[in-house]
């Protein structure tokens, strides 16, 4: 497995592509102006756009990516209605988005446990919601990797100040699905450096300990 990662739009909105030798590929949060994403894939036959949730960071560059792939959209069934809905995914509400966003709905419904098949790869869904209800991390267990969205972030997590947020129930999240992990486990989040689940264990103050 091949993981390219770049931080995309204003927020620095982390966006990954996984591909195989065979030049197929999945996308995990396009994120916003896609523009070094799109140059990546050019060469890549894209499968599936994955979201780990649908805040307005995550899904500005959706529709271009979509348009330049036409590969299927899945995100949990808790934040279908985001995608469409400018209010909900906050590009309404926030002064940086000069366009509400307004997306096209999702093709494939994520729910938790399920194991994805796609590009050669074996991903399963982890619903860690907290930040946002519908917030999902993928496992690949075969590559010790975890694309954690918003949920876990080296040293931090997620916020739980917006509409939809819970403390609570984001530390549970994280708790009882990501620290329960391997170790060497590396973590991907939404934003910032990658770490490692064993790194979060010994050091991240907000579930440090677990």
Same mark, same amino acid.
């Given at each position: 497995?091949?993981?390219?990662?770049?931080?995309?739009?204003?927020?620095?909105?982390?966006?990954?592509?996984?591909?195989?030798?065979?030049?197929?590929?999945?996308?995990?949060?396009?994120?916003?102006?896609?523009?070094?994403?799109?140059?990546?894939?050019?060469?890549?036959?894209?499968?599936?756009?994955?979201?780990?949730?649908?805040?307005?960071?995550?899904?500005?560059?959706?529709?271009?990516?979509?348009?330049?792939?036409?590969?299927?959209?899945?995100?949990?069934?808790?934040?279908?209605?985001?995608?469409?809905?400018?209010?909900?995914?906050?590009?309404?509400?926030?002064?940086?988005?000069?366009?509400?966003?307004?997306?096209?709905?999702?093709? &494939?419904? =994520?729910?938790?446990?399920?194991?994805?098949? /796609?590009?050669? !790869?074996?991903?399963?869904?982890?619903?860690? *919601? @907290? $930040?946002?209800?519908?917030?999902?991390?993928?496992?690949?267990?075969?590559?010790?990797?975890?694309?954690?969205?918003?949920?876990?972030?080296?040293?931090?997590?997620?916020?739980?100040?917006?509409?939809?947020?819970?403390? &609570?129930? =984001?530390?549970?999240?994280?708790?009882?699905? /990501?620290?329960? !992990?391997?170790?060497?486990?590396?973590?991907? *989040? @939404? $934003?910032?450096?990658?770490?490692?689940?064993?790194?979060?264990?010994?050091?991240?103050?907000?579930?440090?300990?677990?």
């Amino acid at each position: 497995m091949k993981l390219w990662m770049q931080p995309l739009g204003p927020l620095q909105t982390n966006g990954y592509v996984l591909s195989n030798e065979k030049g197929e590929g999945i996308i995990i949060d396009p994120g916003m102006q896609p523009q070094a994403m799109l140059n990546y894939i050019q060469d890549l036959n894209i499968v599936a756009i994955l979201l780990t949730h649908a805040h307005f960071d995550h899904i500005g560059g959706l529709e271009e990516v979509r348009q330049a792939t036409r590969a299927p959209v899945y995100i949990h069934d808790l934040e279908a209605e985001w995608l469409t809905d400018p209010y909900k995914n906050g590009s309404a509400r926030w002064p940086m988005v000069t366009a509400p966003i307004q997306c096209r709905p999702r093709d &494939e419904a =994520l729910q938790d446990g399920h194991l994805l098949h /796609l590009a050669g !790869l074996s991903l399963k869904v982890l619903h860690t *919601p @907290g $930040h946002s209800p519908g917030s999902v991390s993928f496992y690949i267990e075969e590559h010790k990797t975890l694309i954690a969205g918003d949920t876990l972030f080296a040293g931090s997590i997620g916020r739980t100040d917006l509409p939809g947020g819970d403390h &609570e129930t =984001l530390i549970s999240a994280i708790k009882h699905k /990501l620290l329960v !992990l391997p170790g060497d486990t590396r973590v991907y *989040p @939404g $934003h910032g450096p990658d770490t490692t689940i064993e790194d979060e264990k010994r050091y991240n103050p907000f579930v440090g300990g677990a």
